[in-house]
């Protein structure tokens, strides 16, 4: 049978020579414990700062445009509570996401006192990943933005500006699911505030200046007169001009809609992958499953933390994923 190359690159991996840990140097300066993990990556920050752009923008269009100038007070209190604790979550669990060390392999590692150290036994192989110089674990993969593997990764999210793997990812599914929920909320905000506008305020706005295209031409003549026309208050839907709100909320609504179904797919395909504890890498290359199978309610508290508490929903509970070792190198 013949081997297609990439089965041809794990095999020549498997050899002892592959391994060469006398060319493997440790980083000179180790990074102290403690150290904030931050990815300076041009793009990825970029994207990270559109991101709280967006939620910025969103907070001030729900607020100044559609709660303040509401005479309903219990609505406008009880939305603007919900909101602005979804948003909290939501930029609290990006940056957890974001600064959050996802699973890194330490750097350099493949030295020899190391390969000793791991007291292999006979006909036991380790992997050796050749642009990071380190000991790969199983289910580690090398990340070209990070430039380091890392355990259990999922995929680059440029939004979070990191890697998405062992130690973040429940990170960045509560992130998904509190834009998910925003956006939702906010379209259905935009959907009562366009109906009562129209209905109420805005249509009182047109009728009380009953202008016909007659009336039209002179109320010209009088402003040409200097008679003022018929002013009529619209602060009751906005504290802004009636096209400026709709501009303002049809951008609203665009960006809720846009967002609502992009992190509504990925918070599905990343719940679907916690359960069945495979990686998007490990579907898309359709790799050989050689970990042990466990239920999805394990698999679930494997990501967001053992038992099950309040805390699976917050992004300031680290999860606690027991004491099994994540350094899994032999295969």
């Not at 990556?41 to 001030?60: H, K, P, Q």
Request: hydrophobic share 40%; glycine share 6%.
């Amino acid at each position: 049978m013949m081997l297609i190359p990439t089965h041809h690159f794990r095999d020549i991996e498997r050899k002892p020579e592959y391994l060469q840990p006398e060319k493997c140097i440790p980083p000179p300066h180790p990074s102290p414990v403690g150290t904030m993990w931050f990815i300076r990556d041009g793009c990825g920050i970029a994207c990270a700062i559109v991101t709280w752009f967006l939620v910025l923008y969103a907070e001030f269009v729900v607020l100044f445009v559609m709660l303040i100038p509401s005479r309903d007070y219990v609505y406008s209190i009880i939305n603007g509570i919900v909101f602005n604790l979804l948003a909290f979550l939501a930029l609290a669990s990006h940056c957890r996401a974001m600064l959050t060390d996802p699973g890194a392999v330490p750097k350099g590692n493949a030295t020899k006192e190391f390969i000793e150290s791991l007291q292999l036994k006979p006909g036991q192989v380790v992997y050796k990943c050749p642009k990071c110089c380190s000991i790969k674990p199983d289910r580690a993969h090398h990340c070209s933005v990070c430039k380091r593997c890392i355990r259990k990764m999922d995929h680059h999210c440029p939004w979070v500006n990191n890697c998405v793997g062992e130690n973040n990812q429940k990170y960045f599914v509560l992130f998904t699911m509190y834009i998910a929920l925003i956006s939702l909320h906010a379209l259905i905000m935009v959907g009562f505030h366009f109906l009562h506008c129209f209905e109420e305020d805005w249509t009182n706005l047109l009728q009380g200046y009953r202008l016909t295209r007659k009336e039209t031409a002179e109320a010209r003549i009088s402003l040409q007169g200097k008679k003022p026309p018929l002013k009529v208050s619209s602060t009751e839907c906005s504290s802004f001009s009636p096209p400026t709100t709709v501009i303002l909320l049809i951008l609203l609504c665009f960006e809720g809609l846009l967002f609502l179904i992009f992190t509504s797919v990925m918070f599905g395909t990343q719940v679907h992958s916690i359960c069945t504890d495979e990686t998007g890498i490990e579907q898309l290359k359709k790799e050989e499953r050689r970990w042990a199978k466990k239920t999805k309610w394990m698999n679930m508290k494997a990501v967001f933390g053992h038992p099950f508490s309040l805390g699976w929903a917050s992004p300031f509970a680290t999860p606690d994923q027991g004491k099994a070792d994540p350094y899994q190198y032999v295969v």
